[in-house]
């Protein structure tokens, strides 16, 4: 499996609702195509592109069948990182850091994001811009999920961006290709964050993040630093805790300063002292109360605006970290650790609720209602509360 694959696969699974009887649409797709141009005339789009992109378009079937696809499993943090930030990516990476030193500085003062970042995302979304040409022709791609109804409002607007892409001349319709779901370019960036943060950096009049490595990476920097980046902050840290820690703590919504998580025990991993610095963290166990333990920061937070994962965004900072020669972690979390399947996390959910707990909606996806709800059993009940979603818990929950 490539990387591109794991990434869509694990996206998908983390952004899509998943298709229990998808939305039929009965609506022919010429006709949904006609009303469509109306709509784009309305907004601007010119005559020129709306004839050249969209006579004669066809729904592309392949494209339903990637977004109809169920997750059967989740993976483990382990697992994540070992397939994300394994020796060989970090060999790549640091290769890449060096080709591209002088360009990277320069963005970097520019936008203030650090080389090893920008290197870090590049490598995650497309292996180092060599997926970054894409294999679906956008317009295509969105046309059909437009069509398709199951997100079609979404889809819809990407569309209209899309168009309004092409009608800058940025890119040549032929050459304007991406993801199943219109992602594109060396950082696949869809066409809304296109149009609000791709830049042309090198001035040539078009904003190239498809073939041009200096605007792709200045995208990129002008993304991160629109969503709060500071570039003299990293992004977080693997701490150690005390064995009285409560685990209530371990939560993206609770922040505190730095001196607030030393008064609770909380480390360095080497045991030292936290910096006595002037910042403001969360404490996060992803793999569990057994795993690794980490504090992160403000630039954590702006990656999940770029990807809502949790994993992600400590694959994007742990690259980065061993990219500039930091340790490797002092554990990815225990080995024989399974994730749960959809159906049991369905069932999990079903039985938390049940038990008259609140985990949201019974819809596969543990999110952080999930989380609390298990974190409240397990609190009622005297064990770790650390809110992780494993076999052991549904186990425990069935023996009820
Ligand atoms: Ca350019």
């Given at each position: 499996m490539n990387i591109k694959s794991v990434f869509l696969a694990f996206s998908f699974l983390l952004i899509t609702i998943p298709s229990q009887g998808a939305m039929a649409d009965n609506h022919p797709f010429n006709a949904w195509l006609g009303d469509f141009k109306i709509e784009a005339t309305k907004k601007g789009i010119s005559k020129k592109t709306l004839d050249d992109a969209l006579t004669g378009l066809k729904p592309i079937p392949r494209v339903i069948e990637l977004d109809r696809r169920q997750p059967e499993f989740?993976?483990?943090?382990?697992?994540?990182?070992?397939?994300?930030?394994?020796?060989?990516?970090?060999?790549?990476?640091?290769?890449?850091?060096?080709?591209?030193?002088?360009?990277?500085?320069?963005?970097?003062?520019?936008?203030?994001?650090?080389?090893?970042?920008?290197?870090?995302?590049?490598?995650?979304?497309?292996?180092?811009?060599?997926?970054?040409?894409?294999?679906?022709?956008?317009?295509?791609?969105?046309?059909?999920?437009?069509?398709?109804?199951?997100?079609?409002?979404?889809?819809?607007?990407?569309?209209?961006?899309?168009?309004?892409?092409?009608?800058?001349?940025?890119?040549?319709?032929?050459?304007?290709?991406?993801?199943?779901?219109?992602?594109?370019?060396?950082?696949?960036?869809?066409?809304t964050t296109f149009n609000a943060y791709a830049v042309d950096y090198d001035g040539d009049g078009k904003r190239d993040i498809w073939t041009n490595k200096k605007d792709a990476f200045a995208s990129a920097a002008n993304f991160l630093s629109n969503s709060g980046w500071k570039g003299?902050?990293?992004?977080?840290?693997?701490?150690r805790v005390g064995d009285d820690f409560d685990f209530t703590n371990a939560s993206l919504k609770i922040k505190k300063p730095l001196a607030g998580w030393q008064a609770l025990g909380v480390r360095r991993i080497d045991g030292r002292n936290l910096p006595k610095a002037d910042v403001v963290a969360s404490l996060l166990a992803p793999a569990g109360h057994v795993g690794p333990k980490f504090l992160i920061y403000g630039n954590f937070r702006s990656t999940m605006r770029w990807n809502q994962s949790q994993f992600y965004a400590l694959a994007i900072g742990y690259l980065a970290d061993r990219m500039v020669g930091k340790g490797a972690l002092s554990t990815l979390g225990p080995r024989d650790a399974k994730s749960l399947s959809f159906v049991q996390s369905e069932q999990l959910q079903q039985l938390l609720t049940d038990a008259g707990y609140d985990p949201g909606s019974v819809d596969g996806i543990i999110g952080s209602k999930t989380k609390d709800a298990i974190r409240s059993y397990q609190k009622d009940r005297g064990m770790v509360p650390d809110g992780h979603p494993s076999l052991e818990i549904l186990s425990h929950i069935k023996g009820q």
């Open positions: 989740t993976l483990t943090f382990r697992d994540y990182m070992e397939r994300m930030v394994n020796d060989r990516r970090i060999a790549k990476a640091q290769a890449m850091l060096s080709k591209n030193r002088k360009l990277l500085n320069e963005v970097s003062k520019k936008y203030g994001v650090q080389p090893q970042y920008l290197i870090s995302f590049w490598g995650l979304e497309t292996d180092f811009g060599r997926l970054a040409s894409g294999y679906f022709p956008v317009v295509g791609a969105l046309a059909t999920l437009a069509h398709d109804g199951r997100r079609g409002k979404f889809f819809r607007n990407q569309l209209i961006n899309a168009l309004r892409i092409l009608d800058g001349g940025h890119i040549d319709l032929a050459r304007m290709k991406g993801s199943w779901a219109g992602a594109m370019g060396h950082f696949q960036f869809i066409p003299d902050e990293i992004w977080g840290r693997e701490v």
